[in-house]
């Protein structure tokens, strides 16, 4: 559901219609994927560029999540019941 939701939102942003999915491995196992214009989405190295881009955006945003989690649990504002 999320892609076809993607997609239709991507349609009515950009006013295109010839998206392409591609899928992202993450560096944890997970997968997502990102909508690529034709030309991006079939040149291999465009489409590594964006894989390595987001293995970094989540690599560098887990890292931010643990900095802020130790910052509430060192200023007893965490929540967390586990």
């Known amino acids: 559901m999320n892609r076809e939701f993607t997609v239709v939102l991507n349609i009515l942003l950009t006013g295109k219609m010839d998206q392409q999915i591609v899928e992202v491995d993450g560096n944890n196992g997970e997968s997502g994927f990102v909508l690529m214009d034709p030309e ?3 040149n291999p190295a465009k ?6 881009f987001m293995i970094q955006w989540r690599t ?13 649990r060192a200023s007893s504002m965490h929540t967390d019941t586990d």
């Open 47 to 52: 489409v590594q560029e964006v894989r390595d």
């Open 60 to 72: 560098d945003r887990e890292r931010m999540d643990a900095e802020l989690d130790g910052i509430a």
């Open 40 to 42: 991006d989405a079939n």
